[in-house]
């Protein structure tokens, strides 16, 4: 009888005590069980029931002061789940894990929503003042085009100014006038501001500096850092013996070959190869693609150097020329028959030969001549850098470098190909900008859609490199007549 009682007492308590609010923990949310009626001790599974008593254990703590049990609150509740995870990330050894642990926890999450509100409010602000200054750029720019379309003109300084907003490339020359005229415009506006009354601002006028206006400002560091040209045919007959050995090394250090062989995949059909020195591009020429090649240096003993490599890599292929001359007779040298018709090329090449010419800017123009429809230039030089620091090396050695191998090699090749009239397809600019690779073609030619990149096919609406943004309609690109044009009133043109 005891028995059965101690039997029934048990079954009640197990009873009674499922009767109890049983905290168990459900994405960190209480959910209340009550268990009665028919339910007892025996028909709950044991490990049910050990889950449970579990997350009882954890939801309840003792408070010392009241003297009795408590449910636990949800902030406790997330920073012991917050701990533990945080330990057993740290415990793991991973930098990546426990930082990873961190940035789940309650705490960060609930610090990083201040946070991201407060990045937004910034990102409004910076985003409000950013479109408002993208605005007065757009509105100034469309004046002076509008200017420009009206009255057939634009300054210099709104030549420039056009450009710069259009986000154009702007080389050496034209920058140092940018930032001159951007000195008087800094003066301009500090005496806009000492005006008080309409009339002084009156009698000031609009911002409308000459080119004349900038002479005391310029900076001509570029002039007077560049070496004039001389004649280095003579010069370069002398080294010829030693010149692979020397250069050898030096482009073997920088990898230059790699580059040298990116120009000779460029070449197809009819190849002329100026200021070809001792022929070091012709090793990763490719016959198949090549119907002729043409070698010009004005260096005698360069050109049989050349000539000995050319015929030991390449003895089979009769189609080449071997032709002593400078770069700024080209025109001359290439003309052939009774008719004075110069024998124009597919492909033109040119490594390291502008920083050595007399008059490089000539030069292209010749090579801009001898272009077949649909022909590239492909140039690899080096000039100047995107850096003023190494500008300023390049500077101070740019006479010892001259007396050592002739060149200058402070030259600004982008501004010489604008000069020449040539559009930029592609250019690249590598150790640290010193080293420039340039495809050029001619302005009536288009550019091939294999020639584009993704940015170009997709997104880019400029497709040339050295786009001028302050030219009209009816001007050319590179054309002296069209500078011109842009920059003078119409009654000086027909004066």
């Known amino acids: 009888m005891l028995a059965g009682l101690g039997v029934g007492a048990r079954r009640g308590c197990g009873i009674i005590r499922h009767t109890f609010l049983v905290p168990a923990l459900y994405r960190n949310h209480f959910i209340q069980y009550k268990l009665g009626g028919n339910v007892t001790y025996q028909s709950l599974r044991y490990s049910s029931w050990n889950a449970m008593k579990k997350s009882r254990s954890k939801a309840v703590t003792y408070d010392y002061k009241q003297g009795k049990r408590r449910i636990k609150s949800q902030q406790?509740?997330?920073?012991?789940?917050?701990?533990?995870?945080?330990?057993?990330?740290?415990?793991?050894?991973?930098?990546?894990?426990?930082?990873?642990?961190?940035?789940?926890?309650?705490?960060?999450?609930?610090?990083?929503?201040?946070w991201y509100v407060a990045i937004y409010g910034v990102f409004l602000v910076y985003g409000m003042y950013y479109f408002k200054k993208l605005y007065s750029k757009e509105t100034e720019k469309k004046a002076i085009l509008d200017k420009r379309d009206k009255e057939g003109f634009i300054s210099e300084w709104e030549r420039l100014r056009v450009r710069e907003l259009s986000g154009d490339l702007v080389r050496t020359r034209d920058q140092e006038k940018l930032d001159a005229y951007h000195k008087l415009k800094d003066i301009y506006d500090e005496?806009?501001?000492?005006?008080?009354?309409?009339?002084?601002?009156?009698a000031l006028g609009k911002f409308d500096p000459e080119p004349e206006d900038i002479e005391g400002v310029i900076d001509r560091r570029l002039d007077r850092s560049v070496l004039p040209s001389r004649d280095l045919s003579g010069f370069y007959d002398k080294i010829a013996e030693k010149y692979d050995r020397q250069v050898g090394r030096e482009e073997?250090?920088?990898g230059m070959g790699r580059k040298r062989k990116w120009v000779m995949r460029q070449c197809k059909g009819d190849v002329l190869e100026v200021a070809s020195?001792?022929?070091?591009?012709?090793?990763?020429?490719?016959p198949a693609l090549v119907t002729s090649y043409t070698f010009l240096d004005p260096s005698k003993e360069?050109?049989?150097?050349?000539?000995?490599?050319?015929?030991?890599?390449?003895?089979d292929f009769s189609k080449v020329k071997f032709v002593v001359g400078k770069a700024e007779d080209l025109k001359r040298i290439s003309s052939a028959g009774d008719k004075n018709e110069p024998f124009k090329y597919d492909t033109i090449v040119e490594t390291f030969g502008l920083c050595s010419e007399k008059d490089p800017v000539q030069s292209l123009k010749n090579m801009k001549a001898l272009l077949k429809q649909g022909g590239r230039i492909i140039l690899l030089e080096h000039g100047r850098s995107s850096w003023d620091l190494v500008?300023?090396?390049?500077?101070?050695?740019?006479?010892?470098?001259?007396?050592?191998?002739?060149?200058?090699?402070?030259?600004?090749?982008?501004?010489?190909?604008?000069?020449?009239?040539?559009?930029?397809?592609?250019?690249?600019?590598?150790?640290?900008?010193?080293?420039?690779?340039?495809?050029?073609?001619?302005?009536?030619?288009?550019?091939?859609?294999?020639?584009?990149?993704?940015?170009?096919?997709?997104?880019?609406?400029?497709r040339m490199k050295n786009f001028d943004s302050s030219l009209g309609p009816n001007e050319a690109f590179g054309s002296k007549t069209a500078k011109s044009t842009s920059m003078q009133p119409k009654d000086e043109k027909n004066a």
């Open 391 to 462: 500008n300023k090396k390049l500077d101070k050695d740019a006479q010892r470098h001259s007396e050592k191998w002739g060149c200058r090699w402070n030259l600004d090749i982008g501004e010489i190909v604008d000069d020449a009239g040539l559009e930029i397809t592609k250019e690249k600019r590598a150790y640290l900008g010193t080293n420039w690779m340039v495809i050029c073609k001619r302005p009536e030619d288009i550019i091939d859609y294999d020639e584009l990149n993704f940015f170009e096919k997709y997104f880019s609406v400029n």
């Open 252 to 254: 073997l250090m920088m």
């Open 302 to 315: 360069m050109m049989k150097k050349a000539y000995e490599k050319f015929k030991k890599r390449w003895p």
């Open 76 to 114: 406790e509740l997330d920073d012991e789940e917050d701990k533990v995870k945080v330990d057993k990330a740290t415990k793991s050894g991973s930098l990546i894990k426990k930082w990873g642990a961190i940035a789940s926890t309650h705490k960060f999450n609930k610090k990083a929503t201040k």
């Open 277 to 286: 020195g001792t022929g070091r591009n012709c090793k990763w020429m490719n």
């Open 191 to 202: 005496k806009l501001k000492k005006c008080q009354t309409e009339e002084e601002k009156q």
